[in-house]
Nanobody, 116 residues
Framework: QVHLVESGGGLVQAGGSLRLSCAAS????????MAWYRQAPEKQRELVAL???????YYARSVKGRFAISTNSANSTVYLQMNSLKPEDTAVYLC??????????WGKGTLVTVSS
């Protein structure tokens, strides 16, 4: 069974940077895409960035130009480089793998807090 573990969250001042990592345990097959979502208190879960083979990465409008998603060649780790962070980026960031068209695997999340 595949498990996802996020790391790299923390407290940072506005304008700072963080790099999130999501490591998958176990063998990974059938990956359609990998993504980062975030959920702020009392707000809906939001897709932040998504990467899939053969396509340009997708970014939410609110993070485009500031965040970058990448993965290693084995698709066993996905990263989110976050620059020029703003207080409104404060949220729990969750990693998602979509496999075989319909299987969604989620990590437990890592908290990012941006102070003004």
């Amino acid at each position: 069974q595949v498990h996802l573990v996020e790391s790299g969250g923390g407290l940072v001042q506005a304008g700072g940077s963080l790099r999130l990592s999501c490591a998958a345990s176990g063998a990974i097959f059938g990956v359609d895409n990998m993504a980062w979502y975030r959920q702020a208190p009392e707000k809906q879960r939001e897709l932040v960035a998504l990467i899939s083979s053969g396509s340009d990465p997708y970014y939410a409008r609110s993070v485009k130009g500031r965040f970058a998603i990448s993965t290693n060649s084995a698709n066993s780790t996905v990263y989110l480089q976050m620059n020029s962070l703003k207080p409104e980026d404060t949220a729990v960031y969750l990693c998602n793998y979509r496999l075989y068209g319909s299987i969604n695997i989620w990590g437990k999340g890592t908290l990012v807090t941006v102070s003004s």
